[in-house]
C-alpha cells in the first residue's frame, strides 16, 4: 500500500512539473487566457479580450511597461535575481516587488492572484520556475505579446492592450502615443481603483515619471 502511494505521489508530481511545460509549448502558438480571465469567465463575468500581435502594439507600449515594471527585461533569464534577494532582505518582504514581466506572466497563467499574507511567499517560491521555465522556451518577443494579451487594462473585464487602448482613448493599440500608453501602464496592477481615461494626480504623476523612463529604457531584446 505504501508503495502504490508514493507510485501516485511520484505521478502527480510529474504532471505538476510537466503540465507547465506543456502549456508553454503551446503558448507559443496559442494566446493563452490567464487564470482571472478563466475563472470570470466560468462566473458569467465580462471578458472583453481581443488579441493583437505585437507588431499591432504602438512601441511606446512595450518600452513603458518595462520601464515602470522590469528595466532589465532583455537582460535576465526571467528571475532578476538583484532585485528578488534585495526584496528578501526587506522587511517587507514579496509585497513589496521584484516580479519580472516573466514572472508575472508566469502567476497570470499557472497561478492565484493576491499579494497579502503567508501565501505571498509561497506564490512567489512558485513563480520563480515558472519564470524560468517559459523564459527558457520564449523569447523575450513573445514574452511580452503574452503579457500584453493576458493583463487586465480596465475596471469591467478588459483583458490586453487592444480592450485597454480602445476603453480608455478609443483607438487601437498601435495608435498608442508615449504618453497615452504610459498612462495605460500606470493603472498597473490594478486597473479597478485607477482610471487611464480618467487619470488621477497619482496615475498622472507616475505615468509622467515612466514617460521620461520610458524614453531611455533598453528593448533592443524585441527586435
Known amino acids: 500500500m505504501i508503495s502504490r502511494l508514493l507510485r501516485r505521489t511520484r505521478l502527480v508530481i510529474a504532471i ?38 505585437l507588431a499591432d502594439v504602438s512601441r511606446a507600449v512595450p518600452r513603458a511597461l518595462i520601464a515602470s515594471e ?84 480596465g475596471p469591467n473585464g478588459e483583458f490586453g492592450i487592444e480592450a485597454g487602448s480602445r476603453r480608455a482613448f478609443n483607438k487601437p493599440a498601435a495608435r498608442l502615443s508615449p504618453a497615452e500608453a504610459a498612462l495605460l501602464v500606470s493603472v498597473l496592477p490594478n486597473p479597478i481603483e485607477r482610471d487611464a481615461r480618467q487619470p488621477g494626480p497619482g496615475v498622472r504623476r507616475k505615468a509622467a515619471i515612466i514617460t521620461r523612463r520610458a524614453a531611455v529604457a533598453t528593448a533592443d531584446c524585441l527586435g
Open 16 to 53: 505538476l512539473v510537466a503540465a507547465p511545460v506543456i502549456f508553454a509549448l503551446v503558448y507559443t502558438v496559442v494566446t493563452p487566457v490567464s487564470t482571472l480571465m478563466a475563472w470570470r469567465k466560468l462566473t458569467g463575468e465580462r471578458v472583453d479580450r481581443v488579441a493583437v500581435s
Open 70 to 153: 522590469d528595466a532589465r527585461f532583455c537582460e535576465h533569464w526571467g528571475v532578476d535575481w538583484r532585485e528578488l534577494q534585495a526584496v528578501m532582505q526587506d522587511e517587507d518582504g514579496p509585497s513589496r516587488g521584484a516580479s519580472t514581466l516573466s514572472m508575472q506572466v508566469a502567476r497570470n497563467l499557472f497561478l492565484w492572484q493576491g499579494d497579502s499574507g503567508p501565501t505571498a511567499y509561497l506564490r512567489k517560491g512558485l513563480e520563480i520556475p515558472l519564470a524560468l521555465v517559459i523564459d527558457l522556451i520564449w523569447s523575450k518577443r513573445r514574452m511580452m505579446e503574452v503579457y500584453l494579451n493576458i493583463a487586465e487594462w
